[in-house]
């Protein structure tokens, strides 16, 4: 190993809410598996004991009020300092055994991301819904942005010193992992994903997200994503949506004033020649945003390049 790679800096950031059955561990297996880094837990108004269990495991502890994972994520980003950040679940579901590997892959292709794509181990692991609605959006993220990960809703991520600092961290709850992933998607950052078990949770700890409540939310943010990264096929599907429906109206209209020389529905005309308008001026938003948005995806990629790449193993030795 080289001089440099032994003053790598490594972080594991654990956001945590009422984990008092699992955080111990969690730190516990994750300082066996990575004894030199620093391990962050930041607690997010608990009200059970995961304060005062994080502490006695040996955590750096830290408490953001803002209620939700974003909001605990962004201040995380915001606060630590590091070469190498490896963001996981206080749940105890992931296998901290795997994070050397996760590291050391992202080290060695100077990669931006390693995402960990969950693989349960336990029929309890996922709870009913969780692994069709993860198929589902990760699918809709994979076809409007790209189809480079198989689990966008992972907890589990080591990720760069660069995508740390140049991520904005706008969400506020758990549709963060959304966020995360089409930051990367769209500066085409290098990224890898590699399987990890996922295990059931410990006796006492309960899933804090909830199925179609957390998952519209996401479903929102990916809507709002598409409409903000990719404009111009954002508005022109509406363009499509709104001329069809224009269509369908006008077509008898017409086929009636050309066999009678007569308009009797004019109110029906309107509405159509009103929809007509309407995919028209989308059209022309989705123009004008696409402009826009390529110079603000210029800046960001700026940004993401003002800070030094991760730094290969093999360059050291």
Not at 32 to 40: E, F, G, K, Q, S
Not at 181 to 199: D, Q, R
Not at 216 to 227: D, P, Y
Request: with cysteine; charged share 25%; net charge positive.
């Amino acid at each position: 190993m080289s001089k440099d790679s032994k003053m790598t800096r490594t972080a594991v950031l654990i956001p945590c809410f009422n984990e008092e059955a699992a955080i111990a561990k969690v730190i516990t297996d994750f300082r066996m598996a990575l004894p030199m880094a620093d391990i962050y837990v930041f607690d997010n108004n608990s009200t059970d004991r995961t304060i005062e269990a994080a502490k006695h495991a040996g955590a750096i502890v830290r408490i953001e009020k803002l209620q939700g994972k974003g909001n605990v994520v962004r201040r995380m980003f915001a606060d630590v300092e590091a070469d190498i950040y490896v963001l996981v679940d206080g749940d105890s579901t992931y296998d901290a055994s795997v994070a050397p590997s996760m590291i050391d892959l992202l080290s060695r292709n100077s990669l931006d991301m390693v995402n960990g794509s969950r693989v349960s181990v336990g029929n309890a692991a996922y709870r009913r819904g969780h692994k069709f609605g993860n198929k589902m959006l990760t699918g809709m993220v994979s076809w409007i942005f790209g189809n480079r990960f198989i689990d966008i809703l992972s907890g589990y991520k080591v990720l760069s010193r660069r995508f740390v600092k140049s991520f904005p961290a706008l969400s506020s709850g758990f549709e963060i992992e959304t966020e995360l992933t089409v930051h990367a998607l769209e500066l085409n950052m290098p990224i890898a994903e590699v399987e990890t078990a996922y295990k059931e949770r410990p006796l006492g700890s309960s899933s804090k997200l909830s199925t179609f409540k957390d998952g519209f939310r996401i479903l929102w943010v990916i809507l709002v994503l598409a409409k903000e990264e990719r404009p111009m096929y954002f508005f022109l599907l509406l363009a499509v949506l709104f001329s069809t429906l224009s269509a369908v109206i006008v077509i008898p209209i017409i086929i009636e004033f050309l066999e009678t020389g007569l308009v009797p529905r004019m109110p029906s005309a309107a509405l159509s020649l009103g929809l007509m308008i309407v995919a028209f001026l989308a059209l022309t938003c989705g123009m004008i945003l696409e402009t826009v948005t390529r110079g603000r995806k210029e800046l960001k990629r700026l940004r993401y390049l003002d800070i030094p790449a991760p730094q290969s193993l093999e360059s050291g030795r």
